[in-house]
């Protein structure tokens, strides 16, 4: 069975309620995202747990800071064994490469946000950034790839550009995602699994369509089967 596309963003406040859902899923289904409030609350010991039952995990926590913080940070998330780990493109060249070269020895993979979605081009005016967010998004994505990084979280709509820009061995992970029968919730723009994998995307960051389903085994199966169809093999 191929590796699958599917990333579960945990979005719990606990570990009880997070354990009540992953005990019902295997590894094979999907992977795994735990984010700032949930590692914050449980702590590394819990990612340990996760990569020991054999999931891969994304740990998103978004590294900004200084090159060595976030270098040493990365470090220390590698050595829990985790699949994937991010840092803000924002940071800079500097604080990506060094980021880089301290985990030269590690499987993990390392990507980068670009822009958050949740910023306008009033956010951007405000801060001082110049262009829109189309064209920022771009020109981070690209300095990500220069600094060596293994790819980017993005939205669905975006993935075909930078697919084009980047290449196949770029990773693109996007979130926004409902499949075609579901709610959206608060996301604003969203896609199909189907068709974020045809514009280019690698890998699916999904949370309430699967963690709030009855039945979040069938619903990977489902989108598994789905996006097998109109996979590429990048
Ligand atoms: O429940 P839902 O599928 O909307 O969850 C999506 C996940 O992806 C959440 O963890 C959210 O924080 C994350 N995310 C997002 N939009 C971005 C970046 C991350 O929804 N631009």
Request: hydrophobic share 40%.
């Amino acid at each position: 069975m191929p590796e699958s596309r599917i990333i579960v963003a945990l979005d719990y406040s606990n570990e009880t309620d997070a354990w009540h859902f992953i005990d019902k899923l295997e590894p094979q289904l999907c992977r795994l995202k735990v984010g700032k409030e949930l590692f914050t609350i449980a702590g590394p010991r819990f990612v340990e747990r996760l990569v020991s039952k054999g999931y891969d995990v994304f740990l998103d926590l978004k590294f900004h800071d200084i090159p060595n913080t976030v270098a040493q940070a990365c470090k220390a998330a590698a050595g829990l064994g985790i699949w994937m780990i991010n840092v803000h493109a924002l940071g800079g060249r500097k604080m990506m490469l060094a980021a880089r070269q301290a985990m030269s020895d590690s499987n993990t993979r390392l990507i980068a946000v670009t822009l958050l979605t949740s910023m306008d081009q009033d956010d951007l005016t405000d801060i001082g950034l110049q262009g829109t967010p189309e064209q920022i998004v771009e020109r981070l994505a690209q300095l990500a790839k220069d600094c060596g990084l293994d790819g980017v979280v993005c939205s669905a709509l975006e993935a075909r550009r930078l697919r084009q820009r980047l290449g196949d061995d770029f990773c693109l992970v996007t979130p926004g995602i409902r499949p075609a029968d579901g709610q959206s919730d608060d996301q604003k723009r969203v896609t199909t699994p189907k068709q974020a994998i045809l514009n280019g995307a690698h890998y699916l960051v999904i949370g309430r369509p699967i963690t709030q389903a009855k039945n979040p085994v069938l619903i990977c199966q489902n989108i598994n089967s789905e996006i097998s169809e109109s996979a590429p093999n990048y």
